[in-house]
C-alpha cells in the first residue's frame, strides 16, 4: 500500500506499507529526501508541504494520488516565473532562464553552469531584478575578488559596492552596505559584523571552497547561512562527480532536505568501515541524487547544450591586484621621469627604441611578479573545475614558475624545446586527462600547433601586437571549428602597465581588417602609444 492525500494547509499526508522490511528501509530513505517532510510517530504517517517537486517524487515512486492532488499538481505545475530582465545587461535566453530558475527556486539556488557561461552575470541579473533584497554579501577567492567588484560596477554602476579587505574590522561593512565583496580567507573575522547588517542575500562563488567541513571557512559559511534567507552558491564544477564534497554546500542551501552528514553519506556515497575508519569516497544512487538536485537546488547547462547562443570566442578580462605595489609604483615613477626626459613634444618616437623597449619591459616583469600566486588561485579554480587550460606567457622565469608549481599536471612549449619535446607536449596535452595545463611562449607556441582538447586560453602575459594574442588564441579555436565555443582570459595586473597594453592592443584590434603578424611597424606604434600616455602622467 502507497497512498498520498492532500490535507489542510496545502499538506502531503503519506501512508505506506510494505511486506519486505529492506523495500520498507529503502521507501523511508527516499521519503527523507523530500524537503520539510515531517513524521507522526502517534498515526504513523509522514506529511510533506505540497509542491510539484514532492508530487513528482511521490508518483515517480509508485504512490497512488488521490484527485485533490491532481487538482493541486495540474493547477500549480504550469505556473513559470518570467521576471524582466535587465535591458542593460543583454542576457541570452539560458541566461534569462537561469535567473528566472533563481527566482523559481526563491533565491536558494546552486548555480553550476560549465565555466564560460556567465554565471556571474546571471547572479547580477538576479541581484538587479531584486534589489529590495539589501544588504547582499559576495564571498569569493581572492583571486576573483576584483574581478567581481568590476562586474557589478558594470553592471550595477547605481549601487555602491564595497571591497573587505584585511581581518580587522572594515568601513566596508557598516549601516550603510548595500553590496559587499570578501574573499574566504578573512570571512571568519568579519563574520560578527555582517551578521549585525542583518544581510538578505549571501553569495557563495566557487562552492567548493567549503568541502571541507573543519575548515574556518566552512563554518564561516555556515554560521552566516543559518540567518539569511536567500543564498546562491556558485561553481562549475560537476555536483554529482564526487558526492562526499558537496555535502556543505547543499546542507547550506536546503537544510530541510539534507539534514544530516551521516545520512548523506551512506545514502549517496558508497560509505564503508576499511578497518580502520568510514571511508566516503565512492558514489552510488548517484541518478537519484541528480535528479533530486536538479529539481529543488541545482541548474546547470554545459556548453554543448547552448552552443547556438555562444559566440565563437569570448575574450574577458580578469584585474588582478599585485603584491608588490611599493615596488611597481617606484619603478613606475622611474619610467615616467626617464620618458619626460627624452622625449619631445612633438617627437614620442626620437628616442631609442631598444632602451624604450627594456625598460617598459622591466616594468612589466615587476607587475607580473605581482600577480603570479593570484593567477596561480585563478589557475587552481579553472583546472579543478575539470577544464584544461592553455596559458600564454612571455619570459622564461613565468613559464618556469608555473611548470613548477604544476609538473605533476602541466607541459611546457617555448624556445629553449628540441622539435620532438615540443610534440611531446602538445600530443600529451591533446591526448592525457590528466594533463591540465599547456604552458606556452606566445611566440614559440602562438602558431603553427593545435591544441583544441582545451577550450580556455589565458595569458599571463602579454606580448605587443593584437596579432599575437589572435593567433595564440586560435590554438585552441582553430579556423573553421564550430564544435566548440572558446574563452580568452586576459590576466592583467590592476592599475599597471598592463592595463594600458591592453587597452592599446585592443583599440588596434578594432580597427584591423585582418590578424596582424607582429611587425616592427607595429611594434613602434604600440610603443609610441605608451610612451606618449607615459608622458602625460
Not at 206 to 211: F, M, P, V
Not at 466 to 472: I, L, R, T, V
Request: net charge neutral; hydrophobic share 40%.
Amino acid at each position: 500500500m502507497r497512498q498520498a492525500t492532500l490535507i489542510r494547509d496545502s499538506k502531503i499526508q503519506i501512508r505506506f506499507y510494505e511486506s519486505d522490511r529492506a523495500e520498507f528501509i529503502e521507501l523511508v530513505e527516499k521519503i527523507k529526501t523530500l524537503p520539510g517532510r515531517e513524521f507522526n510517530p502517534t498515526l504513523k504517517f509522514w506529511v510533506a508541504p505540497a509542491s510539484t517537486f514532492v508530487v513528482e517524487q511521490l508518483i515517480k515512486w509508485k504512490f497512488d494520488i488521490d484527485n485533490r492532488i491532481e487538482d493541486w499538481y495540474m493547477a500549480n505545475s504550469s505556473k513559470q516565473i518570467k521576471l524582466a530582465m535587465p535591458e542593460n545587461l543583454n542576457l541570452y535566453k539560458f541566461q534569462e532562464e537561469g535567473v528566472n530558475r533563481i527566482e523559481q527556486l526563491n533565491g536558494r539556488a546552486l548555480l553550476a553552469d560549465e565555466m564560460g557561461l556567465g554565471k556571474t552575470i546571471q547572479t547580477i541579473a538576479w541581484l538587479s531584478v531584486r534589489k529590495e533584497l539589501r544588504p547582499v554579501i559576495i564571498v569569493v577567492p581572492a583571486a576573483i575578488k576584483l574581478n567581481w567588484l568590476r562586474e557589478l560596477s558594470k553592471w550595477l554602476p547605481d549601487e555602491p559596492v564595497s571591497t573587505v579587505y584585511g581581518q580587522t574590522p572594515s568601513s566596508a561593512i557598516g549601516p550603510e552596505t548595500r553590496i559587499a565583496i570578501i574573499n574566504y580567507d578573512i570571512l571568519q573575522h568579519h563574520s560578527e559584523s555582517i551578521l549585525k547588517l542583518h544581510p538578505q542575500v549571501l553569495v557563495i562563488d566557487e562552492c567548493h571552497y567549503c568541502k571541507n567541513e573543519k575548515a574556518q571557512r566552512t563554518k564561516a559559511i555556515r554560521s552566516l547561512s543559518r540567518e539569511i534567507k536567500h543564498i546562491i552558491a556558485i561553481s562549475g564544477t560537476p555536483i554529482i562527480s564526487r558526492p562526499s564534497e558537496f555535502f556543505t554546500t547543499l546542507n547550506v542551501l536546503r537544510r530541510d532536505i539534507w539534514p544530516s552528514s551521516w545520512r548523506f553519506l551512506n545514502r549517496y556515497c558508497n560509505g564503508f568501515h576499511n578497518g580502520f575508519g568510514w571511508n566516503f569516497t565512492g558514489s552510488k544512487n548517484s541518478d537519484e541524487l541528480h535528479d533530486t538536485l536538479t529539481r529543488t537546488v541545482m541548474i546547470r547547462r554545459l556548453k554543448k547544450d547552448v552552443l547556438q547562443h555562444l559566440p565563437a570566442k569570448q575574450r574577458s578580462i580578469v584585474p588582478i591586484e599585485i603584491t608588490n605595489r611599493a615596488e611597481y609604483n617606484s619603478a613606475q615613477t622611474d619610467l615616467i621621469e626617464w620618458v619626460k626626459q627624452n622625449i619631445s613634444d612633438d617627437s614620442a618616437a626620437r628616442i631609442s627604441r631598444a632602451e624604450a623597449i627594456t625598460r617598459v619591459e622591466y616594468l612589466k616583469q615587476i607587475a607580473v611578479k605581482g600577480k603570479l600566486e593570484s593567477i596561480s588561485e585563478w589557475i587552481d579554480i579553472m583546472i579543478d573545475s575539470g577544464n584544461k587550460l592553455v596559458l600564454y606567457a612571455t619570459h622564461h622565469s613565468v613559464i618556469d614558475y608555473f611548470m613548477n608549481r604544476y609538473r605533476d599536471k602541466a607541459v611546457k612549449v617555448d624556445g629553449r624545446d628540441s622539435l620532438s619535446d615540443r610534440q611531446l607536449a602538445i600530443d600529451t596535452f591533446q591526448s592525457s586527462d590528466s594533463c591540465r595545463l599547456f604552458i606556452g611562449n606566445i611566440k614559440a607556441a602562438g602558431v603553427g600547433i593545435t591544441l583544441t582538447a582545451a577550450s580556455n586560453v589565458a595569458f599571463a602575459e602579454l606580448g605587443w601586437t593584437p596579432g599575437e594574442h589572435d593567433q595564440a588564441e586560435d590554438r585552441v579555436h582553430r579556423i573553421g571549428q564550430t564544435a566548440e565555443s572558446i574563452n580568452a582570459w586576459y590576466l592583467l595586473a590592476k592599475d599597471t602597465i598592463e592595463e594600458e597594453i591592453a587597452k592599446v592592443i585592443d583599440s588596434k584590434r578594432k580597427v584591423l581588417d585582418k590578424v596582424l603578424d607582429g611587425t616592427l611597424t607595429e611594434d613602434e606604434s604600440l610603443l609610441t602609444v605608451l610612451m606618449e600616455k607615459l608622458c602625460s602622467m
